[in-house]
T-cell receptor, first 113, second 113 residues
């Protein structure tokens, strides 16, 4: 039972354009959502997060949108850069769970120069 | 601060052998987590500690797996009687209580042959 799903295993975008990575979840108890970026041979690196009381959080080129009614979140990267090429994981945490995260399967983003 | 350190980086073992991995968290972080990641999947939660107390264990953590965090500093994850299905990347992460964007190590890749 996959509670967090990233339905696109890969995404290719031209440098300078917008990258949109999507994530869906099924557990209505999730109240905190995060995005991680992973380069080969490294552990995931925290990128940006959003609480369920918000619908948008922005940090530089990265913006996360949350649609609670649709149980959907997305990560927008504008403008995309070749160094953004990596695997992106969304993750979610329920209330009072001690920070245990449930991860999606990841989306490999390739930004072409 | 050198981040989260995991040793060894790679381990190849024969089926039925026992293996032990070590994780050294960021020194001031009181929470430590173990996750497992198989190819093409996102990390899956195994267990976490707050200081030396193991507060939660996933049902993925069978009785062949045991984790310890003596004195609330480094942690070890032991797998007894390894099986081929144990082949995965084992990731350790640490954080301060209340912070979700925790820091991952680079992982230990286990191959059971």
């Amino acid at each position: 039972d996959q509670q967090v799903k990233q339905n696109s295993p890969s995404l290719s975008v031209q440098e300078g354009r917008i990258s949109i990575l999507n994530c869906d979840y099924t557990n209505s108890m999730f109240d905190y959502f995060l995005w991680y970026k992973k380069y080969p041979a490294e552990g995931p690196t925290f990128l940006i997060s959003i609480s369920s009381i918000k619908d948008k959080n922005e940090d530089g080129r990265f913006t996360v949108f949350l649609n609670k009614s649709a149980k959907h979140l997305s990560l927008h990267i504008v403008p995309s850069q070749p160094g953004d090429s990596a695997v992106y994981f969304c993750a979610a945490s329920p209330n009072n769970a001690g920070n245990m995260l449930t991860f999606g399967g990841g989306t490999r983003l390739m930004v072409k120069p | 601060d050198t981040g989260v350190s995991q040793n060894p980086r790679h381990k190849i073992t024969k089926r039925g052998q026992n293996v032990t991995f070590r994780c050294d968290p960021i020194s001031e972080h009181n929470r430590l987590y173990w996750y497992r990641q198989t190819l093409g999947q996102g990390p899956e939660f195994l267990t976490y500690f707050q200081n030396e107390a193991q507060l939660e264990k996933s049902r993925l953590l069978s009785d062949r797996f045991s984790a310890e965090r003596p004195k609330g500093s480094f942690s070890t994850l032991e797998i007894q009687r390894t099986e081929q299905g144990d082949s995965a990347m084992y990731l350790c992460a640490s954080s301060l209580t209340g912070l979700y964007g925790y820091t991952f190590g680079s992982g230990t890749r286990l191959t059971v042959v």
